[in-house]
């Protein structure tokens, strides 16, 4: 069991190292990493991934705060943000439906692989031609709020924390550049994760998950938060855009396996 703690812990911290720095959160990877390894059922992972991106994320909106190097546009990211909190709660019901339509939940981590997979194929094909695209510049608050709540139901659903899909968003509905969307998009999910997380500490049966491995993850996400920040801070925005890329091939990659792996399990 120690050597698997190790091995989570170790996927939580580099996780968050790269989620800082992108502004993806971590969850991204975090999920169909654990998937791939299959220590743990699908609806834990789910939970331990959200409480890393919520620590890491809650650390690197405060630093920022508190040392004056905050880009977050809180006009915008605020309603942004409230809805993706409403969105991550509806996210949460959505996929124990999802769930409850089969009779493992092996098919419903199929189902989560599949989708993340999708969403990851149309994130990269974006990032990489996004100076061709025209983007929009959406300044109305309860429109912002509508997306949010759409970011919200697709990062819950995922148990991704938000990553990539708010990246694009924050592309091309609001026209930001690359470090500016990474900090507003820990913001947004810091709300929606937030939310899904309570939830899920109100309605899951956590007696089975220990309190050391909670500990552990939310500690790793704190470690990577600190790491991740020091490393946005000396690398520039097209090699943020280019380690995002290269993110985004690896998990294409992992959630072709983790369809194949929970397929044959089923």
């Known amino acids: 069991m120690a050597i698997i703690y190790a091995a989570v812990f170790a996927v939580c911290f580099f996780s968050s190292i790269i989620g800082a720095i992108c502004g993806i959160g971590g969850g991204v990877i975090i999920k169909p990493v654990l998937d791939a390894l299959g220590v743990f059922p699908v609806s834990t992972i789910n939970f ?10 809650a650390y690197s909106v ?8 905050s880009q977050i546009d809180f ?4 309603p942004l943000a ?23 939940p092996n098919t419903a981590g199929a189902v989560q692989a599949a989708v993340l997979m999708i969403i990851t194929i149309g994130t990269l094909v974006y990032t990489v031609n996004k100076e061709k695209v025209a983007t929009k510049h959406v300044a109305s608050a309860p429109a912002c709020a509508v997306i949010g709540l759409f970011l919200g139901i697709m990062s819950s659903f995922l148990g991704i924390g938000g990553g990539p899909i708010n990246l694009v968003v924050l592309y091309y509905f609001f026209s930001m550049e690359t470090k500016e969307a990474a900090q507003n998009s820990l913001y947004i999910i810091l709300f929606s994760q937030a939310a899904s997380t309570v939830r899920s500490i109100l309605t899951m049966d956590l007696a089975s998950i220990s309190i050391a491995l909670i500990a552990g993850m939310v500690a790793c996400g704190i470690l990577g938060g600190v790491a991740g ?5 000396r690398i520039d925005s097209e090699r943020v855009d280019k380690l995002f890329i290269g ?3 690896v998990i294409i990659l992992i959630n072709i396996y983790n369809i194949a792996k929970y397929t044959v399990l089923v």
Do not use: H, Q
């Open 82 to 104: 409230l809805g993706a909190a409403i969105g991550g709660l509806v996210g949460k019901d959505l996929f124990s439906v999802v769930a409850d339509l089969f009779d493992t």
């Open 229 to 233: 920040r020091a490393v946005n801070k």
């Open 247 to 249: 993110l985004m091939v």
């Open 48 to 57: 331990l991934s959200g409480c890393t991106v919520l620590s890491m994320t």
């Open 75 to 78: 006009k915008t990211a605020t």
């Open 62 to 69: 405060l630093r920022s705060r508190v040392s004056g190097a």
